[in-house]
């Protein structure tokens, strides 16, 4: 088996977990190819030698550019915070690396597009961390559908609800237009966008309406430096600073083979930690993914004689039935969070190698797709009315 | 105690859980007055007396004119297929009657206004069976807001969900605009938009985007006579006849009070068979309400100590602490649909004796503003922008 | 369609029950012959004539022995308290009349063989209310057990836990056993045995091992008389005294067919209110039932392809598929406590008119073979081994 | 910080789980010494070498005496087959290493008494492998025991259920006394045994009665080899050979504090895939734990007002209120089976270092007591009466 060469752009909480996918990958997988820890960049601030020598990267940098180009490197994985994805996104593929990227590849829409046509053309595999495809329940799902299981998609609801947000917590980078880009839209809306696009295989050709709010204006101002957790830092000042990104965006749209459709995103939805989800009914059935309770998905099989139907909670936890599942323990044992990242490690290996991933791989086509939905949604909650798709490109 | 007569103006299924209404009320309650069962109206060919007899009705008419205008008469109440709800519950105010009426009490926004307006002039008291106020999880969930354990509300969620009219079920009244004035729409949407009113204590102040479809679009023209199921009656044969009103829809909206908000009513939402329910986060704590669990409510608390906090299922059968429960069974024993009627017919009765029901009751005002939101809703998905309701009288 | 009498003996709680029962049945279902409540017997001191009124029973009696007598009483149908079941029960009998009643229906197991005994002989029909048979969701169980879907059951579960008696209850009638005979066991044990014989259709053949404990031993004297409630009358002087009565009683056991089984009930088991259940795992699936949620059935299929395999909840709501079901409400419309003791009436009804009763009625047969059950397990948690049933008669 | 040298003996499914813990604690703990993965033993016909080389651990060898003994190694980590768990362990300690074993520690109460003794006198410092402890929502229970918020602890339920032994399960090592010392007994009793001792604080006084059954008495012969599944191999032969370890086992038992307690073993009940879990009911609250909800865990807390009272479903997933949930990802993020090891090895670590673990370590004198109560369950099943555990040593 030969290597194959990493190297992480960025550190924070996303930084751990995948750092946690490429050291546990080849312990789980058989992977066909190697990946080697080879490279991890940070700022000098963030003493990217420590993280480095925690988290088994051979070599640290503070020359991002030089990491992204050296001939050492074969994948470049990017973990910066959200206006720091671009520019070593487009050098790595410029350098004709593979790159994965966290969302948003991009801070606007015409940059993304650009992109996903550069990666396109320069015949580099790229993927995007819209990890919670690779939710073993959420593979599953994807697969029902496909296997014509659910049968004509008639509605679909998704929300991403947090609560984090309450009036306590500080002006982290998260509520600030420039660093984040948006606020619950671009960091939760963009989930379940991909994730529906995937489970129905459809796309959106309507933004119908939308409601963008920000409930808590200002914040107090951020005096320490952000570290691991979501909100990123919690020493504040007494100063108060302006919130320039939504709390929660509310969308109602179509899909292309007919289903209506609602999305939200909020962050102070109180008593909804992680709530990011889906319902979708069909002719023949329906599938309700809850990520709070990730290793399971709920199931009404409408073909099922009357006297026995209702929804069967299905534990996504058996090897060669469920993806994913035989890599890791015994049946009914549970997977986490980090397990998603580690199974699209895999995946992406594989994609590499020219071998099929268990599910799509989310690629910057697909970032780029998303993307568009992203943007419709603002414009119809600024404008007021519906979008037709056709016209957001 | 004295008594009070009732005339019941109509039959069917609303008919029967009507009847049971008014037959169990003061068998479990103490009522200010005594209710008695004096004349039901029905159409020759449904044979009033047949039903007379099985419910305890001490007399049967087919001439509601005369049951309305009877010098006998107390209290109307109207449970006639939609058409025929206003002409006499305005016959029964123009003689002085109180009047219970189902939803929707008129067939358009001007006639609810005039009635509603009439209503109060004349003195009467009014009550629409938006019986889903007196479900004691739900009264408990508006005293709950009203004492301040939620905060302020920034999210409601409303749905109807219901997956009965797959392309098996013919042209029944339901799918026929001219019966029933609308769909989903109408039936379903009418029901969470007067309980997230009630439990919020606010009104909708915009209808910010909305979806309206018909997913099935000809039926099989019915040839059997309508009987006591939702469905109404399945015998069709083989021509088929077009739906004129809508199978779904979605709307978002905001609230007087800044929360934001989303509401779908779903005929064919499959797996969810009577799922009207919604969910309310505030600043303090939030709730949930789903009818298919109707002795159940969701509450999170988000003042109590971090480690301990999460949703409790709250068993809504507590004598003395849960709204209506000290009248039915001992503590721990469940109620069911019927139960919500007759709560409400006993508050109707302490209305008129000039007493305090248990928490408000619909009135025609209600209903009013209720349909106001509808017509706005529909209005704004058939012209595909955001209506402010101050727009919509 | 001819009248049948039934008198009442008895009130409280449990008449309330019978009493909505008999007043409801013609209404919903169409039984075969049509009960009239003809009268009601209770202590002067109870009232019987204001608890007549308010039910609708024709007559109130204080002297039961010539009420079971009387010529004009069809059906005898008995919810005094526990120790004053046998005296109507064998007396009516005796008068040839069809029997309904209340478990325990002796303070003896050799009593209640003779009256199980004394019913064959004299030809009249009884029924016991183990009326939980009668939850469509116990029934659709019985009949998917019967049908082969579950296989060979390996294991039961059941247990029946409360928790409404902690110290403040005061020494109401359920503590003292000249009044009650036990304490959880009879009151809750006695429900799950009939339960599960009645879904697996098997006999105990074995108590292999029991506890019986009283966790409070002494409690406030009662000064206040009784009522509708469990805990029975909470008025409660400084004075104690003693518990003599179980609070808790715990056995396993072995079925004819070879499963092994364990039965818990509590009254102190803090957070279960009303769980009354079993789980019972076959080697084809599995059943899960909890009166809490009484409407819901949960089956495991294990003949199902491995990758959607789960717990399936099915709402029990539907008419034709869900026994019951049909004379109520709409599909997915819940019925609640109340509606066993009603479908158990029509059941008995139909008993006595010769017609196959839509699940086997318990009989004064059943009730022996379930007191048979419970006095094997209070042997066995006094003498500390296992009893072969056989050794119990 | 200075280093400390793991070995492990033994491979299969449990070897990965523990190898992956000593890899992974490192990363996400400041453990006190940073543990080396020195050596890892092997049969030759395993090959250790590819074991060592997949995992990261430094050196394989063939033989475990050397290994124990070898003044490189700090730790000896047990994870043979179990009738191969004691001769490590004996001869670590004898070597004065400190030792983690998986369970049961020995063949015989006797063995494991004198090895608990062994440790004690050698000062070496033991864990066993009851990981379940460390499950965040498990050791939260043990926090709320002992702060007093569920009371007195009056009942206590206990289940490990699988359903994985169904016929077509062939002959493995697990349904071999002489390999696996007994079945569902040792192998899941064993666990809630010593969850149950941890979180109650309690020991149990007397098993008061149980069952033990083997449903499937004969089983195909094995041809193939073990490898990492529960079942641990499935090539089969058409030969038949004794199954000579029981399927379930049941037992009743009191406990020091007063309660009283059922716990069950199972491995064909059909739908509990891995359920492992337990009930408490004490005067204040009560707590409820299933493993197949690991995150998850129910909490009744009787102290609130009457009308707010139900279980609350607390999500143990944040960071400072729930126990080892900092070290992994941020809030509402979850974890899975895997990290119960990881969080031991942390711990096992401090607790070497002198440090206080998060929650008590499971030592070898636990595991004696454990064992105890087992036979002693065993000793009531097989004759049929009670077991003073003053009679069991």
Redesign the interface.
Known sequence: MSNINVAMIGQG?MG??HS?AW?QV??FFQCPSKPVMHTVFGQEAENPQAFAD???WQNAATDWESVVKSPDIDIVDIVTPNFMHAPPAKAAIAAGKHVACEKPIAGTLAEAREMAEAANKAGVKTAVWFCYRRVPAVA?AYQ?VKDG?IGDI??V?AQYL???A?ESVPLVWRFKKELAGSGAHGDLNAHIIDMTRFVTGQEITEI????S?T?IKKRKLMTGVAS???AGGLDAGKDMGDVTVDD?V???A?FSG?A?A?F?A?R???????RNGFEI??????LKFD????NELE????TR???????????C??????PYVAN????????????CFTNEAYDFLCQIAGQTPTVPIPTFEDAYQTQRVLEAASL??AE???INMDDVK
């Open positions: 909480f751990r977990s946690n050291g080849a312990k925690n988290w088994g599953l029902m299981l008639l509605h609801r947090q609560d984090w309450d119908s309406g939308a409601i709010e409930f691991g957790s979501i929660t509310l969308f109602l179509r007919g209506v609602s939200e909020a102070q939805a109180t008593g909804n930690q992680n009914n069909g002719t023949k059935g329906s990520f709070e309770r990730m199931y009404y099989d409408a004689p009357r006297a026995v139907q209702g929804w069967t909670n299905i534990m936890t058996h090897a060669g039935d469920h890791w323990w015994p049946d009914a044992h549970l997977i986490g969070y980090e397990h119809s909650a007021k009315h519906a």
